[in-house]
Each structure stands twice: as C-alpha cells, then as structure tokens.
C-alpha cells in the first residue's frame, strides 16, 4: 500500500488548512488511518486518527476543537481538517495506516505504512 498525502503549505496563523491522504490503489480490507506530525529536532508524534469505517477517532491534546479527522471509505482517502493554526503546528505530517478494526489510537509500532510527508508551516 502507498500513501499519497497533499495538502500542506504556508498559512498564516489562525487560517485553516485541510490535508488529504490517499491510498494508490483500491485498497480492500479493513484499516485504521491518521496523521502524525514531527517538528525539527522533535519526536514524531500522533495527532489524530480514526478507526475503520469511520467511528472512532482519536485527537492528542493538541489539536482538541481545532482539528477534524474524517475518512471516505470508497475514494481510500483520510482528510485532516485543521483550523485555527498555531506557529507550534507547523512540522512535517506524515499520514500513517494500520490494518485492522483497532479502535484505538496507533502507536508509531503499530503503523503498517506511512506516507511521504507535507510540510506545513504556519507564520506568527
């Protein structure tokens, strides 16, 4: 399975961005997806996910009432809606997937393939 993810870019703070990351080809079966996120000289860190098909999701503190994970089962696509940036949001996003009907959140263990990565940057 590859991650296609898009999206990122430069906005200033408090403006949205929404990131999308899609699968290469129709991917059957059952499987968590979500974002993690890594900051120069910072651990990669999870920033959401949600569970197949759709019911569950997780958010870290971080993005609690400013980013939505959503999913679109038959594009294979998971999107990240993130309003209200701060410049401490700005770090590489990485897409992440994980077989399985897990309702939890991954561990960065637990991710079966990752993305390519969007950078995301927001200016004070």
């Known amino acids: 399975v590859q991650l296609q993810a898009s999206g990122g870019g430069l906005v200033q703070a408090g403006g949205s961005l929404r990131l999308s990351c899609a699968t290469s080809r129709r991917t059957f079966g059952s499987y968590g997806m979500g974002w993690f996120r890594q900051a120069p000289g910072k651990e990669r860190e999870l920033v959401a996910s949600?569970?197949?098909?759709?019911?569950?999701?997780y958010y870290a503190d971080s993005g609690k009432g400013r980013f939505t994970i959503s999913r679109d089962n038959a594009k294979n696509t998971v999107y990240l809606q993130m309003n209200s940036l701060k410049p401490e949001d700005t770090a590489v996003y990485y897409c992440?997937?994980?077989?399985?009907?897990?309702?939890?959140?991954?561990?960065?263990?637990?991710?079966?393939?990752w993305g390519q990565g969007t950078q995301v940057t927001v200016s004070s």
């Open positions: 992440a997937f994980r077989w399985g009907y897990a309702l939890g959140p991954p561990t960065f263990q637990e991710v079966d393939y």
């Open positions: 949600i569970s197949w098909p759709g019911d569950s999701t």
